[in-house]
């Protein structure tokens, strides 16, 4: 009966806290791949320019740092527009897009990234545990909603009611 508690409680901690398994990545990771780019650009082959960058991408979408997050969406953003490459490198920055969507708060647009990888890879494990943190991210967000809604529609009730008993 306690193992039921327990668990009970602690799916109504991560509901409520909104864990997910996504890692999350440190400054100092970021400034350690910052640097990493910039000795790649000095002479260096274009492919390992390219996996430094994808590597930066990571750690910044992958930050808890919401200007850190934006900038990884812009660079991913602009890689993706501004090549052609091959399904899997596509499908690496899709997803990582997407985390860094969901990290922002545009479960939606994340959602559609995630819809993109999987159709390249149907059963990537990465991109459908990723779908499902989504999905269940609307899914509180939708229950919190209708339970705020809820209970204002009960304050403005009782308020109706409390002013019409004092007229009376």
């Known amino acids: 009966m306690e193992a039921k ?22 400054r100092d990771v970021i400034a350690g791949c910052e640097r990493e780019v910039a000795e790649a650009q000095n002479g260096t082959s274009n492919e390992l320019v390219k996996e430094c960058i994808m590597r930066l ?20 953003e602009a890689s993706i527009t501004s090549s052609e490459a091959n399904p899997l490198e596509l499908r690496e920055r899709l997803y990582l ?13 994340s959602r559609e990234l995630v819809e993109q990888c999987l159709m390249i890879a149907p059963d990537w494990r990465q991109a459908l545990t ?29 308020g109706i009611a409390a002013a019409v008993s004092r007229k009376k």
Not at 5 to 26: A, H, L, R
Not at 147 to 158: C, S
């Open 130 to 158: 990723l779908k499902k943190a989504i999905e269940d991210r609307i899914t509180r967000d939708g229950v919190i909603g209708i339970g705020i809604a809820a209970t204002a529609v009960g304050l403005i009730a009782g």
């Open 97 to 109: 897009l997407a985390v860094g969507y969901y990290r922002s708060g545009d479960y939606s647009r």
């Open 57 to 76: 991408s990571w750690a910044l979408v992958h930050s808890r740092h919401e200007e850190d997050v934006q900038r990884g969406i812009a660079m991913l």
């Open 5 to 26: 508690i327990g668990k009970f409680f602690e799916s109504v901690g991560t509901f409520f806290s909104g864990g997910d398994n996504i890692p999350w990545c440190d």
